[in-house]
Each structure stands twice: as C-alpha cells, then as structure tokens.
Nanobody, 115 residues
Framework: QVQLVESGGGLVQAGGSLRLSCGAS????????MGWYRQAPGKQRELVAT???????RYADSVKGRFTVSRDNAKNTVTLQMNSLKPEDTAIYYC?????????WGQGTQVTVSS
C-alpha cells in the first residue's frame, strides 16, 4: 500500500516562506510524477507544481517565480519551497504521487498566509 506522509505547513505572514516535504513509501515501482496540489475553501483542488522522474517541472502560473519543487528519486521524496507567500496561497496542500497511471494522495497540510 502506497503511503504519502507530508510535513511542513503552518501559519506565516504575507511575504514569508514555508517549506513542505513529502515522503512516499510502499511502492516497488518508480514514481513517475510527484508534486503538490492545493484546495482552498469553496474551491476545487488545483495543481501547484509537479516534477517528473527526469526532473522536468510544471508550475501553476500563480506560483511561478515564487515556488520551487524538487525531488529526490533515491529517497522518494518531494519538496515545495514557497517564497513570497500571499494570502491567496492559503489552502490545504496535498502531496501527489503518480505510479503506473494511478494517483496517490497525502492527507494534506494546512498553509495559512496572513495579511
């Protein structure tokens, strides 16, 4: 059974930084894509940033230049460095891993940015 365990998140003032980390366990197959999605109250879950096994990244336009996603293939971990945070970044952030065309999700971690 694949498990994703997230850490990081919390409360920060606008302009501040946070770092989210996620580790995957329970899979013998390579993880094609790892990344982060978020869901704000009353909104749909949306992509934040992903990185594939080869290191190619993808970002939502709203976070480009502020967030950086990276992964360690040997450790099956993915990290999201979030800088210049804005109140509109407030959401629950979910770690995602795609293995053999199946998406797995973490339990989510709250990020709150105060103005």
């Amino acid at each position: 059974q694949v498990q994703l365990v997230e850490s990081g998140g919390g409360l920060v003032q606008a302009g501040g930084s946070l770092r989210l980390s996620c580790g995957a366990s329970g899979s013998s197959a390579s993880i094609n894509v790892m990344g982060w999605y978020r869901q704000a109250p009353g909104k749909q879950r949306e992509l934040v940033a992903t990185v594939n096994y080869g290191g190619t990244t993808r970002y939502a336009d709203s976070v480009k230049g502020r967030f950086t996603v990276s992964r360690d293939n040997a450790k099956n971990t993915v990290t999201l460095q979030m800088n210049s945070l804005k109140p509109e970044d407030t959401a629950i952030y979910y770690c995602q891993a795609r293995i053999s065309a199946i998406n797995y999700w973490g339990q989510g971690t709250q990020v709150t940015v105060s103005s």
